[in-house]
């Protein structure tokens, strides 16, 4: 059962716990030559004895079986790998296109600004501003009211947009001008470093993989093996 599923690379048969056990733990050259000549100088019955050596010795005689065991691996890997790096792009790709295309964004921010230059009014300069660094936003909530140092800057913006500009303000078609807090937290934690390191990593695996699965299509072709049924519980 589960050497058949290994000589024909068929990973929905055995899982992938079972296939980097059997890929761990198979036999090294020293060892299945002391099972071999152990074959070869025991009886029938005493052979059959030894459930573990003789299962070990069964697997070597598959094809390049560390070959095939890891073509199953990385297909049972490869696409989880691939999900997480498109899963983090998308998060990103998402509070970007937000960023880039909602008109509540555009409102928002015109709004910080205008609310900035009015404060610097007496500055011919600063009270002009035709943009401004998005390193002072965190600053908003740090500028208080007079009457009312309860009252942050981010409050007064959050206020004058549901009563000035949210033509929808107080009912169910009212949305969130900005992207959603969840969203932006989850897409600044990507590092595009990391992104490049793993897109490598699988490049490589899959380089290997490439040549792993032309040696075993040319050692197969090479050495015809015949297999018989080994007892699942023998590993």
């Given amino acids: 059962f589960i050497l058949s599923a290994v ?23 020293e060892e299945l030559e002391k099972i071999r000549k152990h074959r070869e100088s025991s009886e029938e019955d005493d052979v059959k004895l030894l459930d573990k050596p003789e299962f070990l010795y069964e697997l070597s005689q598959i094809p390049d079986f560390p070959g095939r065991a890891c ?41 910080v600004l205008a609310l900035g230059n009015h404060m610097n009014g007496g500055s011919k300069i600063r009270g002009q501003a035709d943009g401004f660094g998005l390193e002072i936003l965190p600053k908003l909530k740090d500028v208080k009211s007079r009457q009312d140092n309860r009252i942050s800057l981010v409050d007064y913006v959050v206020s004058y ?19 959603e807090p969840q969203d932006v937290f989850m897409a600044a934690q990507v590092k595009f470093d990391d992104l490049y390191r793993d897109l490598r990593q699988l490049e490589q695996d ?30």
């Fill in 206 to 235: 899959l380089t290997r993989l490439k040549e792993a699965q032309m040696t075993v299509k040319r050692i197969t072709g090479e050495k015809k093996v015949e297999t018989r049924k080994t007892n699942p519980n023998s590993l």
């Fill in 7 to 29: 000589l024909t690379v068929d990973h929905s048969v055995v899982d992938l716990d079972a296939i980097e056990a059997l890929y761990e733990n198979r036999g090294q050259p």
């Fill in 161 to 179: 947009y549901l009563h000035n500009v949210d033509k929808n303000a107080g009912t169910e078609k009212s949305m969130f001008p900005l992207p």
């Fill in 71 to 111: 073509c199953m691996i990385f297909q049972s890997t490869f696409t989880d790998g691939i999900s997480s790096v498109k899963r983090k792009l998308s998060s990103v790709s998402c509070v970007c296109k937000v960023l880039l295309e909602s008109s509540g964004v555009k409102e928002v921010m015109g709004l």
